[in-house]
């Protein structure tokens, strides 16, 4: 009963025996998701370090379902679904951008303190994220090295490698409503990341010259803008974070570092989209 009332408390009909029902816990598999952070280190923060990149892993694993999804109704023409799709995309990208200020939390010496424990792992070696930057275009056969190890993280990122990219998708979509694509460009061997070609700006430009009668198309193309508009946001962030964290130390994936995550600012994944900028 309410302390102070003869009603009944609010709760009071709340479902409170789940020895035979499924409750939020079983429904979510808490018990092995809130099990799954193991630090390495004696480190306080270590715990943040672990949750920050496994909250972003399942962010991308949503990322993924999303732009497959969006890939295959581009696929089928099926724009209206493919933007809801991209939209949701473009939101969990600014969802993992916010993410940073709480990472930039930790500072040098909190680092410095757990890093000798990740020997050489980093991002680098995550396949969901090179999945990602596959299925967007920006294909590198040398990345599936790292996954060489394990045939199942392997075949997921030779499959992205392997299959169209949604950009892709889109390209062969402007040819299928009559705009002029080169055969070269149609044809091109699909484990090749995306490279800049004229015929695709020229069909974009007439898209965003003539809006209302090419309405799917210019919102596609501008959904595409939105999600790379994130991106960069991303790689920013990243590159900004890792500064203030570790400086212009190498990378324990071996790299140089931020030298290196700066050169990633530079790429271009919907080459055409931007350019046409210049020139409409
Ligand atoms: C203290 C925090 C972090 C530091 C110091 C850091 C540092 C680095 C460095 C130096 C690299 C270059 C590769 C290497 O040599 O290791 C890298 C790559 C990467 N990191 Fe981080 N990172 C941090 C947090 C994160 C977080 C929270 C994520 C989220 C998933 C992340 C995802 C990635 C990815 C995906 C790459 C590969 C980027 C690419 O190849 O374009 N990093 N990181
Ligand atoms: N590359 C980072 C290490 C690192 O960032 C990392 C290590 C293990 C798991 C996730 C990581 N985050 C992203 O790269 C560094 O050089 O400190």
Avoid at 35 to 45: F, G, K
């Amino acid at each position: 009963m309410c302390p102070h009332s003869e009603e009944p408390a609010a709760w009071h009909d709340a479902s409170l025996d789940f020895s035979k029902d499924m409750s939020y816990s079983d429904y979510l598999a808490l018990d092995q998701l809130l099990a799954a952070q193991h630090p390495l280190s004696p480190e306080h923060n270590e715990m943040l370090f672990i949750i920050q990149h496994q909250t972003s892993e399942l962010w991308m694993k949503l990322m993924l379902h999303e732009l497959r999804a969006a890939r295959d109704h581009i696929g089928q023409s099926l724009l209206g679904p493919s933007f809801k799709m991209l939209a949701r995309v473009s939101r969990i990208m600014d969802q993992l951008v916010q993410a940073w200020t709480v990472l930039a939390t930790m500072t040098p010496p909190e680092y410095t303190a757990m890093r000798p424990y990740l020997g050489k792992s980093s991002g680098f070696q995550s396949y969901q994220y090179r999945e990602i930057e596959f299925i967007l275009g920006n294909k590198n056969a040398a990345m599936l090295s790292p996954h060489a190890h394990h045939p199942e993280r392997l075949a997921h990122v030779q499959k992205a490698l392997e299959t169209p990219s949604l950009y892709e998708g889109a390209i062969q979509l402007l040819a299928r409503k009559g705009l002029a694509i080169s055969a070269e460009r149609l044809n091109r061997d699909p484990t090749k990341g995306t490279e800049y070609d004229p015929s695709v700006e020229a069909a974009w430009l007439q898209v965003y010259r003539d809006p209302t009668h090419y309405w799917d198309l210019y919102e596609l193309g501008e959904k595409l803008v939105d999600l790379e508009d994130s991106f960069r946001q991303w790689r920013f962030r990243h590159v900004t974070t890792v500064e203030r964290i570790i400086g212009f130390k190498r990378g324990t994936g071996g790299t140089d570092g931020v030298s290196y995550l700066r050169k990633m600012l530079d790429v271009v994944l919907f080459p055409e989209l931007w350019r046409l900028r210049t020139n409409l």
